[in-house]
């Protein structure tokens, strides 16, 4: 499986942005897929998570400012973000966990993105 993510950059506090994911190869065919970010020196953290079904769930830090959703057809799930904080600043990445009996347990990354909010 692969991920690839994109639409990060550097943005004003206050701005948008708009990251993608699309996965491509053997995707497990119910699972779950989520944005994490990682800042320098923290631990990588949930930022959102979307099901199969669509079941969403967010971290407080995004809740009213960022949206998970997907397109099904394409593979692919983006986050906006909005009302962006410095404190958003973080290499932001995608996975995809395989969470149906054939496939439970199974983990992929993309490679992150770069977001950079400056004050």
């Known amino acids: 499986v692969q991920l690839q993510a994109s639409g990060g950059g550097l943005v004003q506090a206050g701005g948008s942005l708009r990251l993608s994911c699309a996965a491509s190869g053997s995707i497990p065919s119910v699972n779950v897929m989520g944005w994490y970010r990682q800042a320098p020196g923290t631990q990588r953290e949930v930022v959102a998570a979307i099901t199969t079904v669509g079941a969403i769930n967010y971290a407080d830090s995004a809740k009213g400012r960022f949206t998970i959703s997907k397109d099904s057809s394409k593979n692919t799930i983006y986050l906006q973000m909005n009302s962006l904080k410095p404190e958003d600043t973080a290499v932001y990445y995608c996975?995809?966990?395989?969470?149906?009996?054939?496939?439970?347990?199974?983990?992929?990354w993309g490679k992150g993105t770069q977001v950079t909010v400056s004050s």
């Open positions: 996975n995809i966990i395989g969470v149906g009996p054939r496939d439970y347990g199974r983990v992929y």
